[in-house]
C-alpha cells in the first residue's frame, strides 16, 4: 500500500476547464491556455493506515491528473507523457517544516493506534515524543510549530469528500510567481449534495466511501481550481508550511473549473484501478515547479515509492495516455 493515502475512496472521472479571459498573473504555464482536459481523481484517507474509517480520522486527500497538457513534465524518467498531477489535502498548512522532521513524525503516525489505544498516558506519550522528536531534538529544535499545526488539522470536522477544499501542501511556481493552490467545491454543487455531515462514530467501517458513490449516482458536481498568489513572503512564507497564507494579503482566484459527471463507482474494479495509478506533485511543467524543503523530497520519495509498490503488488506502472485506457 501507500505509505501515506493508503486507503482510497474512489477513482472518478471529470474534466478541466481552464477559464479564458484570466487576467495575466494568473494566466500562467497551463492556464495561458484556456481549454478543456480529462482527469482523473483519487479520493482517499491521509492516514497510512487502512481500516474503518473511525480509526484513521478526517484527514482526507484528493490527487488529480490532468490529460494532454503540452510540455515535459519536472520526472525525468517520464517527460512526455502529457499528464499533469496535483496531490492535495484537506488542510491549509501542514504539520512539519523539513525532511528530518518528517522522517520522526511519519514513525510516529505509524505508531498512532498503539499510543492511542493506551488512553490518555497514551495520547500524552505521542504529544511528548512529536514534540521532542522521540528525545532526538535539542529543546531549542523542539516542534511546537509543527505540533500545534498537526493539532489543528486533526481538529478539523469530518465532513463529506465533495465538501471539503484540498490544498497544495507547499508552495509552487506559477509562471513568474509563487502561489499556492487548491480545489474547492463549486458553491451551486455544494448546495446540492444531501448527506452534509460524517459520523466517525457509527458502526459502519465505511463513511466517506458510500456518501461518494452515492452522490455520484444521483448527480453531476462541480470544484474550482484555485491560485492564491504569494504577496508577501515575509508573511506568505515558502519554508514554514505551519503558517497559513492570509487570504486579505491576496485572495483565491479561480482558474479553471473541475467538473464530474454523473457516474457509477461503486464497483471493486474502481478500487483496483485506482490503485494502479501514481499521483507526483513533480509530474507537472516547469513552470508550475514545486518550492521548498518538503515539497523537493517529495519527488523521488513518490516517485521510489510508487516503483516498489507497483513491484510487490505485480503490476504494470505505465502513466496513462487517457482517461479512457483507465475509466472506459
Same mark, same amino acid.
Given at each position: 500500500?501507500?505509505?501515506?493515502?493508503?486507503?482510497?475512496?474512489?477513482?472518478?472521472?471529470?474534466?478541466?476547464?481552464?477559464?479564458?479571459?484570466?487576467?495575466?498573473?494568473?494566466?500562467?504555464?497551463?492556464?495561458?491556455?484556456?481549454?478543456?482536459?480529462?482527469?482523473?481523481?483519487?479520493?482517499?484517507? $491521509?492516514?497510512?493506515?487502512?481500516?474503518?474509517?473511525?480509526?484513521? /480520522?478526517?484527514?482526507?486527500?484528493?490527487?488529480?491528473?490532468?490529460?494532454?497538457?503540452?510540455?515535459?513534465?519536472?520526472?525525468? @524518467?517520464?517527460?512526455?507523457?502529457?499528464?499533469?498531477?496535483?496531490?492535495?489535502?484537506?488542510?491549509?498548512?501542514?504539520?512539519?517544516? +523539513?525532511?528530518?522532521?518528517?522522517?520522526?513524525?511519519?514513525?510516529?503516525?505509524?505508531?498512532?493506534?498503539?499510543?492511542?489505544?493506551?488512553?490518555?498516558?497514551?495520547?500524552?506519550?505521542?504529544?511528548?515524543?512529536?514534540?521532542? /522528536?522521540?528525545? +532526538?531534538?535539542?529543546?531549542?529544535?523542539?516542534?511546537? @510549530?509543527?505540533?500545534?499545526?498537526?493539532?489543528?488539522?486533526?481538529?478539523?470536522?469530518?465532513?463529506?469528500?465533495?465538501?471539503?477544499?484540498?490544498? +497544495?501542501? /507547499?508552495?509552487?511556481?506559477?509562471?513568474?510567481?509563487?502561489?499556492?493552490?487548491?480545489?474547492?467545491?463549486?458553491?451551486?454543487?455544494?448546495?446540492?449534495?444531501?448527506?452534509?455531515?460524517?459520523?466517525?462514530?457509527?458502526?459502519?467501517?465505511?463513511?466517506?466511501?458510500?456518501?461518494?458513490?452515492?452522490? !455520484?449516482? @444521483?448527480?453531476?458536481?462541480?470544484?474550482?481550481?484555485?491560485?492564491?498568489?504569494?504577496?508577501?513572503?515575509?508573511?506568505?512564507?515558502?519554508?514554514?508550511?505551519?503558517?497559513?497564507?492570509?487570504?486579505?494579503?491576496?485572495?483565491?482566484? +479561480?482558474?479553471?473549473?473541475?467538473?464530474?459527471?454523473?457516474?457509477?463507482?461503486?464497483?471493486?474494479?474502481?478500487?483496483?484501478?485506482?490503485?494502479?495509478?501514481?499521483?507526483?506533485?513533480?509530474?507537472?511543467?516547469?513552470?508550475? $515547479?514545486?518550492?521548498?524543503?518538503?515539497?523537493?523530497?517529495?519527488?523521488?520519495?513518490?516517485?521510489?515509492?510508487?516503483?516498489?509498490?507497483?513491484? !510487490?503488488?505485480?503490476?504494470?506502472?505505465?502513466?496513462?495516455?487517457?482517461?479512457?485506457?483507465?475509466?472506459?
Amino acid at each position: 500500500m501507500r505509505d501515506a493515502h493508503a486507503k482510497g475512496y474512489g477513482l472518478v472521472r471529470g474534466e478541466v476547464e481552464i477559464l479564458d479571459q484570466l487576467p495575466a498573473e494568473y494566466a500562467q504555464g497551463i492556464y495561458a491556455t484556456p481549454g478543456r482536459h480529462d482527469a482523473l481523481m483519487r479520493f482517499s484517507n $491521509a492516514s497510512p493506515h487502512a481500516g474503518a474509517d473511525k480509526q484513521l /480520522g478526517s484527514a482526507t486527500g484528493l490527487a488529480l491528473k490532468i490529460f494532454d497538457i503540452d510540455g515535459p513534465t519536472l520526472l525525468e @524518467d517520464e517527460p512526455d507523457t502529457r499528464t499533469f498531477d496535483y496531490a492535495l489535502v484537506n488542510a491549509p498548512i501542514f504539520f512539519c517544516n +523539513t525532511v528530518e522532521h518528517y522522517l520522526f513524525i511519519q514513525q510516529l503516525a505509524l505508531e498512532l493506534p498503539a499510543y492511542f489505544a493506551q488512553g490518555a498516558p497514551g495520547r500524552h506519550r505521542f504529544y511528548r515524543d512529536f514534540v521532542t /522528536g522521540k528525545g +532526538t531534538l535539542s529543546e531549542d529544535e523542539w516542534a511546537w @510549530d509543527e505540533f500545534l499545526a498537526f493539532l489543528k488539522a486533526s481538529q478539523r470536522p469530518s465532513v463529506p469528500l465533495l465538501l471539503s477544499t484540498h490544498w +497544495t501542501i /507547499g508552495a509552487v511556481r506559477h509562471g513568474d510567481y509563487i502561489a499556492k493552490v487548491r480545489i474547492a467545491p463549486d458553491p451551486a454543487s455544494a448546495d446540492a449534495v444531501v448527506q452534509r455531515t460524517m459520523d466517525l462514530e457509527s458502526a459502519a467501517a465505511e463513511v466517506f466511501r458510500p456518501a461518494l458513490v452515492a452522490e !455520484l449516482q @444521483d448527480r453531476p458536481y462541480a470544484f474550482d481550481i484555485q491560485v492564491q498568489l504569494c504577496a508577501d513572503v515575509d508573511r506568505m512564507p515558502v519554508e514554514d508550511l505551519t503558517v497559513e497564507w492570509p487570504e486579505q494579503l491576496s485572495p483565491f482566484v +479561480t482558474v479553471a473549473k473541475l467538473r464530474l459527471p454523473r457516474q457509477d463507482i461503486s464497483g471493486d474494479d474502481n478500487l483496483k484501478r485506482m490503485d494502479a495509478l501514481s499521483f507526483n506533485p513533480w509530474r507537472v511543467t516547469d513552470a508550475h $515547479a514545486p518550492l521548498g524543503d518538503i515539497m523537493r523530497a517529495r519527488k523521488e520519495v513518490y516517485r521510489h515509492s510508487s516503483v516498489l509498490r507497483h513491484r !510487490l503488488n505485480h503490476q504494470e506502472r505505465q502513466e496513462p495516455r487517457s482517461a479512457d485506457e483507465v475509466l472506459p
